[in-house]
């Protein structure tokens, strides 16, 4: 029996290459280079399915071009905001993604984030790297308390879960706003807020946990960043595209907000460089996901999918 043939555009981790080339035809961009449109579009005509990361854009274009063999978008990737998914259904192409598997180590991102933007850690780390710490005093490098603070989440999904689960270790008190309200054993006794503009009311730290789509594209602009608390700490670990990222310099420079801590921005690669002038800006390169073990565990998740799609079974997450 023909083996199905499956492109890898990115360089996914070994192990699942190596699953992957055991039971398929596999072509792997070992160089990890980004492809441009039209190679993804030539690439679809020789293969049966794509197993993509975020970086590969599945545009309405894009997918208009892809080539009658393609069968499956099996993306390494929890976020689909990279894929047309109303043009792909269209063309009957599946698409599924890796939820699941990524929320802890996201999770921890967004500690990492909340924690290094509240307590200043930017700038505590150019001071002694550069040899300019050259005085100590009560009053030194003064930053915000996360125990006992307000922790408002925007999408109380996998990720946000987790986020919420490590940020009552730390003693906080957790609000969230979600489309629905969960269930009092998804809650754990958060407070359910049925408009984001309570939940920002409340919100000392705001860590934001839902996917962009054209309903939340520029979800924090300039109007809810003024309804948080002076002095607010903004997290963002889920997409650049959720934050108005002018609108977020305006609210740091103004001390609206003390500090934000991003791991997603609106141009990636590449990041805002407008943001590289203030240190209240902790920053990370979109590496949420970015553990051995999760890289593994997303790897592996795709080719499940892969593996019940050409078995003729419905992949537990199809789209
Ligand atoms: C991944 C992510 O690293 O899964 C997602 O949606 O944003 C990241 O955690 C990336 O998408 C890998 O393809």
Redesign the pocket.
Known sequence: MTRPVLWFPRRLSDATLERAQANYDCIINWEDGLSTPDEIVAMSARVDGIVP??SEVFSADVVARLGPRLRIIAN????VDHCDLSALAARGIAVTNTPDV?SDA?AEIAMLLMLGAARRAVEGDRLVRTGAWQVWSPSFMVGKQVTGARLGIIGMGRVGRAFAEKARGFGMEIHYYNRTRLNPEQEQGATFHDAIESLLAVSDFLSLHCPATPETTGLMNAERFSLLPDGAVIVNTARGALVDEAALLAALSSGKLSAAGLDCFQTEPGGNPAFAAHENIFMLP?I???TGQTRDAMGFRALDNLDAFFRGDRPGDLL
Do not use: D, I, K, R
């Not at 390494?76 to 976020?79: D, E, M």
């Open positions: 990361c975020h390494h990737s929890v976020g990524l996201t979109h949420g996901s970015a």
